[in-house]
């Protein structure tokens, strides 16, 4: 109850599940059926990265600054994975730069075609508040004021049958790994075909390896971890690592990441022992 997202927006933990996330929407559109995106934690959907809570941290200027300031030098398929997200930031800042970062919400909001339904989720009063302005009068989009483990109860499955659920908790209590691991099983079991994007930071690799054991022992299967480091990971320092879990992933996923990420990782340095990993960990 007390994080509040605008401090880390447009961080390296952003750009990792953002492009994660734009590029699992774009796939879902393969099809003319509608989808369903249920973001459980998410804040207030778009950040003034000139604010003063911004500018506090500056952890953008690590993350989607360091892009933008080298994207020129990208390779041509690396551009194309990046597309579907560095679209959203380039129509919220279109004389160039990046002043405004599209938090999940807006990027999920941005992407959807007229069929497209969103449920976003948020518990922080001041930031649900701002959320409901921010996305209260488009039809598309239920805004709730909701803690997020009961949502994965209320709201699965869709009706439309098809989407992703986008679960990004602020990791500050210590059992959010169990909680996570719990919440993901209760919503799978309502929902065993959708797609369960967990976004994590990584400081703890045995809760990771603990949370990849737990969702394997209660049947969830076809599920993918991809780690972006930044530099050596360290429990009491800022965040330089992090993950997205994926369950059930578009087959395209994997080739997309394994194509961005050796850029990302580049790009992203901060210090020694920069790294990433796109690995199946539950087979189908």
């Given at each position: 109850?007390?994080?509040?997202?605008?401090?880390?927006?447009?961080?390296?933990?952003?750009?990792?599940?953002?492009?994660?996330?734009?590029?699992?929407?774009?796939?879902?559109?393969?099809?003319?059926?509608?989808?369903?995106?249920?973001?459980?934690?998410?804040?207030?959907?778009?950040?003034?990265?000139?604010?003063?809570?911004?500018?506090?941290?500056?952890?953008?200027?690590?993350?989607?600054?360091?892009?933008?300031?080298?994207?020129?030098?990208?390779?041509?398929?690396?551009?194309?994975?990046?597309?579907?997200?560095?679209?959203?930031?380039?129509?919220?800042?279109?004389?160039?730069?990046?002043k405004f970062y599209p938090g999940s919400p807006e990027i999920a909001c941005m992407l959807a075609r007229k069929?497209?339904?969103?449920?976003?989720?948020?518990?922080?009063?001041?930031?649900?508040?701002?959320?409901?302005?921010?996305?209260?009068?488009?039809?598309?989009?239920?805004?709730?004021?909701?803690?997020?483990?009961?949502?994965?109860?209320?709201?699965?499955?869709?009706?439309e049958r098809r989407g992703v659920v986008l679960i990004d908790p602020a990791f500050e209590v210590e059992d959010?790994?169990?909680?996570?691991?719990?919440?993901?099983?209760?919503?799978?079991?309502?929902?065993?075909?959708?797609?369960?994007?967990?976004?994590?930071?990584?400081?703890?690799?045995?809760?990771?390896?603990?949370?990849?054991?737990t969702l394997d022992e209660a049947g969830v299967r076809n599920t993918v971890k991809i780690e972006l480091s930044?530099?050596?990971?360290?429990?009491?320092?800022?965040?330089?690592?992090?993950?997205?879990?994926?369950?059930?992933?578009?087959?395209?996923?994997?080739?997309?990441?394994?194509?961005?990420?050796?850029?990302?990782?580049?790009?992203?340095?901060?210090?020694?022992?920069?790294?990433?990993?796109?690995?199946?960990?539950?087979?189908?």
């Open positions: 109850m007390n994080y509040r997202h605008i401090y880390h927006a447009g961080n390296i933990g952003d750009v990792l599940k953002h492009i994660a996330l734009a590029n699992i929407l774009k796939y879902l559109q393969k099809k003319d059926g509608a989808y369903r995106v249920l973001d459980t934690h998410a804040g207030v959907g778009l950040y003034d990265l000139t604010s003063e809570e911004a500018q506090k941290t500056g952890e953008w200027q690590q993350g989607i600054g360091k892009v933008l300031e080298n994207l020129g030098d990208a390779p041509g398929p690396v551009k194309e994975v990046l597309a579907p997200w560095l679209e959203t930031v380039e129509t919220l800042n279109p004389g160039g730069g990046v069929q497209d339904r969103l449920t976003l989720t948020e518990l922080h009063p001041e930031d649900f508040e701002e959320l409901k302005n921010n996305y209260g009068g488009d039809k598309k989009v239920k805004v709730i004021a909701l803690d997020a483990w009961l949502a994965l109860g209320s709201f699965l499955p869709p009706k959010e790994f169990a909680r996570v691991a719990d919440g993901v099983i209760r919503g799978w079991k309502r929902w065993p075909t959708g797609t369960f994007a967990i976004w994590y930071p990584v400081k703890n690799f045995s809760a990771v390896r603990q949370l990849i054991a930044a530099g050596k990971v360290s429990k009491d320092a800022p965040m330089k690592a992090s993950g997205m879990m994926v369950i059930n992933p578009p087959w395209t996923l994997t080739k997309d990441m394994n194509t961005a990420l050796p850029w990302l990782c580049k790009t992203l340095t901060q210090g020694i022992n920069p790294s990433w990993n796109v690995e199946q960990v539950i087979p189908e």
